[in-house]
């Protein structure tokens, strides 16, 4: 029986992604904002990190599609990566391996045991003769996976051409040379590794396997949800209080002012780290009085994950807090706000049509900043044993576990090494992103900078 499941985390992610479609289908008609987001996307790094939060997106959002198979539970990721999830070793293997990483004693054919690296039960099974196969064997499918990849990257380019000239599809147009050059480079690359994933991890452990067997590429692509729903739902959760706390402060000043500034002062007052740890605690204690509200390990750990994404949104509104209200008390005294007034125009209508997007550049450009301080934030408090659930795949937990694998003889430096590649990309591509987001809607830099420029 099949049964679809949908978890708190995943409600919470994918509602977020539908308000950014709904804000995106609401651009697609205001010409300023469209022209804005076009220049956006038409310089050369934010066109490329873009794709690449896309791909990071896309692969999360499979992860947040659940269903319940006779009794197991599994995402569409789960489904199209199954050689990857089910091709678990007994313990340590490096990249492209076809032996164990360590020595183990092996029972002999004349029972005499001896000391040797065991055979893999799944990476390289297909070569009978690995040490002499296996070069020929990768180098032939991986110029299958180039040849996968750029029929990949042929469909893309006709999806791109039958969308030209649409009203939404217009903001993804390049506008110069050097964008068209570096966007089309950077989605060949994301063509070509899916085309060489595709091709060669049903056949070998393309980042090794970990201490319990599981396949590295596996844990870093199910990392990314952790790291996506902890950026992106705690954004979401941050974005209200502090537009709500902010923009009156800064138009009304008074009694109103002195009780936000109180508000965000003791807020900030606050160690972050110790109230995440207390409130880990705290719901640790509570999840075990309650434990029969929890049949599985899943859900658990995903109540844990929530609970980490709100207590990260309720002490992150502070900063843009008081940015917006900084930038609202210089807006307050502007020409058209004093006009609006003057016209006796309702305070709330002030708000929200004059003052509201006038700091929508400053909500954006902060929001998509603090999100890549967030997603470093899960690794920086798993590692300290009070972020998500040890049970969870997260970056964090990766790097937790490397502490030992750095440590052994030899080296076990693949997992530390997946997991960096892994924030990096995510990190990288959102402030990339963040930088063309702030020459694009700054006021200040509007003008200044130009897409044939940059």
């Known amino acids: 029986m099949v049964k679809p499941v949908l978890l708190p985390t995943d409600v919470a992610f994918l509602s977020s992604l539908l308000l950014v479609g709904l804000y995106f289908w609401a651009v697609r008609r205001d010409l300023l904002m469209r022209e804005r987001w076009r220049t956006v996307l038409a310089t050369p790094t934010g066109g490329a990190a873009a794709l690449i939060l896309c791909l990071y997106v ?8 659940r269903v319940e198979i006779n009794g197991e539970t599994k995402s569409l990721l789960d489904y199209l990566v199954s050689p990857l999830r089910e091709h678990v070793e007994t313990t340590y293997s490096a990249p492209f391996a076809a032996y164990g990483y360590a020595r183990e004693v092996i029972p002999g054919a004349s029972g005499a045991a001896r000391q040797d690296y065991p055979r893999l039960r799944y990476g390289a099974r297909h070569l009978a003769q690995p040490s002499r196969q296996m070069h020929a064997d990768v180098l032939r499918r991986g110029m299958a996976g180039a040849g996968l990849g750029l029929l990949f990257l042929g469909g893309l380019l006709a ?17 110069t040379e050097s964008t068209w050059r570096l966007q089309w480079l950077t989605a060949a690359s994301i063509c070509l590794a899916l085309g060489w994933v595709i091709c060669l991890a049903p056949y070998y452990h393309v980042l090794g396997t970990d201490k319990v067997g599981n396949d590295v590429l596996y844990l870093t692509l199910k990392s990314i ?5 902890l950026g992106v739902v705690s954004s979401f959760i941050t974005l209200p209080l502090a537009v709500i706390f902010g923009i ?10 002195d009780l936000v500034q109180y508000l965000y002062t003791t807020f900030s007052s606050v160690p972050g780290v110790l109230l995440i740890a207390s409130a880990a605690l705290s719901l640790d204690l509570l999840l075990q009085q309650h434990a029969s509200a929890f049949p599985s390990l899943l859900a658990r750990a995903d109540m844990k994950l929530l609970a980490l994404c709100l207590v990260l949104g309720l002490t992150g509104w502070t900063g843009l807090c008081r940015l917006l209200r900084a930038d609202v008390m210089k807006l307050r005294v502007a020409e058209f706000v004093t006009a609006a007034r003057a016209l006796g125009t309702p305070p709330l209508k002030i708000l929200l049509q004059h003052l509201l997007p006038n700091t929508f550049h400053l909500i954006l450009i902060t929001t998509v900043l603090d999100f890549s301080g967030l997603v470093l934030a899960e690794a920086v408090l798993t590692y300290v044993d009070i ?5 969870m795949e997260s970056w964090g937990n990766m790097i937790n576990g490397a502490r030992l694998e750095l440590a052994r003889e030899p080296a076990v430096w693949w997992s530390l090494l997946a997991a960096f590649c892994g924030m990096l990309g995510l990190v990288l591509a959102a402030n990339l992103f ?5 020459d694009a809607f700054d006021p200040k830099l509007r003008g200044a900078t130009s897409p044939s420029s940059s």
């Open 434 to 438: 963040a930088d063309a987001m702030r």
């Open 248 to 257: 009156p402060a800064g138009y009304f000043g008074g009694w109103i002012d």
């Open 58 to 65: 896309a692969v999360a959002g499979l992860d947040c599609l």
């Open 225 to 229: 949800r952790t790291g996506l729903v």
């Open 159 to 175: 999806l791109v051409n039958r969308l030209r000239g649409r009203p939404l599809a217009g903001m993804f147009t390049p506008l």
């Open 387 to 391: 972020g998500v659930d040890p049970s």
